[in-house]
């Protein structure tokens, strides 16, 4: 299942004049270029796009910025350019994201008025500390409250979390995750830190007080996290940052590749047939028909993984297995 491809129309709405200072945040510096578009201007990118979309199998979603915290009217004005979409079924739901810090009672009785169904949190760590040094400007206690209010009022709970912030480790890492699962949300986005031109975190990097995970460090920890999010009946709908020209024309380091989750997944399945493959030299592994080249890895790097400790590994599909299932079938 990839749960990567989440069926939405996607309204990017800038924070601008957004008065916190995290330290990977690059809006300060892009805001000039990207304009927030009006309620007129949404209405007209809804209309068009839902031109070409069939009903009711789509959500509409703001992101981009932290939606609770723009202007009230504005945020108000964005709502009801959506709401008769919702109203006619042709969407089947509104969906934000904010800060934990910009939800109260208040605005959530708001939001349900103009049928949000969904809100993600930006948790990015659940350690206080990580928090702090990266001038996020809220609290590991926060996350928990915002989420609890969120679930009690009967939306879904989607939660995003960062991994490699400055001053966390793996351990901190796989903690929030920990603390995240607690929380019980309905879907999870997983962010490897990318560090960014013109934010504080791109200094730290340049001055070498902040070292990011290694290539292998990110992907054999979000690899764990992947796992770890699905065994607890959570989605995780996004890994890795969207591709973007902006992130591939401001990077300065840290992890990003338009294949991660692939990468991730690939060594999910490395793993597996390493745990699961006899003695011997020649092997069939069988998965599901559209896990092949996933299995095979990233640029076929499991086979060679194998074929470096003189194994050979053929990958063949097989419709009656699904999801992360193998079949391991000797050759010789
Ligand atoms: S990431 Fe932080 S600085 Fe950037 S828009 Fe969100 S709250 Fe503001």
């Not at 949000?116 to 206080?128: H, K, N, Y």
């Not at 679930?151 to 960062?162: A, D, K, P, S, Y």
């Amino acid at each position: 299942m990839d749960t990567e491809r989440h069926n939405n129309i996607s309204i990017f709405i800038p924070h601008m004049g957004c008065p916190n200072t995290c330290s990977f945040c690059n809006q300060r510096a892009i805001s000039h270029t990207s304009a927030a578009p009006t309620a007129e201007q949404v209405n007209e990118m809804l209309k068009n796009a839902f031109e070409k979309i069939p009903d009711g199998i789509t959500e509409i979603a703001f992101f981009g910025g932290s939606f609770t915290a723009i202007d009230r009217d504005y945020m108000i004005s964005l709502l009801e350019a959506a709401g008769p979409y919702i109203q006619s079924g042709k969407a089947n739901g509104i969906r934000i994201s904010t800060r934990p810090d910009k939800i109260d009672g208040e605005i959530l009785d708001i939001l349900k008025k103009y049928q949000v169904t969904a809100i993600e949190l930006g948790a990015q760590s659940m350690d206080d500390e990580v928090l702090f040094a990266n001038e996020r400007g809220h609290s590991a206690q926060d996350v928990r409250d915002a989420s609890r209010l969120i679930r009690e009022n009967g939306f879904e709970l989607g939660l995003q979390m960062m991994t490699g912030l400055y001053r966390s480790t793996v351990e901190k890492d796989r903690h929030t995750a920990f603390e995240i699962i607690e929380l019980h949300p309905d879907t999870v986005r997983i962010y490897p830190t990318v560090i960014l031109k013109n934010t504080r975190l791109g200094e730290l990097f340049k001055s070498g007080e902040y070292i990011p995970y290694s290539f292998d460090e990110a992907a054999e920890l979000c690899a764990d996290l992947l796992e770890l999010f699905e065994k607890n009946n959570i989605r995780v709908i996004k890994l890795g940052l969207h591709a973007s020209e902006t992130v591939e024309s401001d990077i300065l380091g840290g992890f990003y590749h338009q294949a991660f989750r692939e990468i991730c997944e690939g060594i999910l399945f490395r793993r597996k047939i390493e745990m699961e493959i006899p003695e011997g030299k020649e092997f069939t592994v069988f998965v599901s028909p559209d896990s092949v080249s996933k299995a095979a890895g990233h640029k076929k790097c499991n086979k060679i993984y194998f074929a470096d400790k003189g194994i050979n590994i053929k990958i063949k599909p097989d419709k009656n297995i699904s999801g992360r299932n193998i079949i391991i079938q000797k050759d010789e």
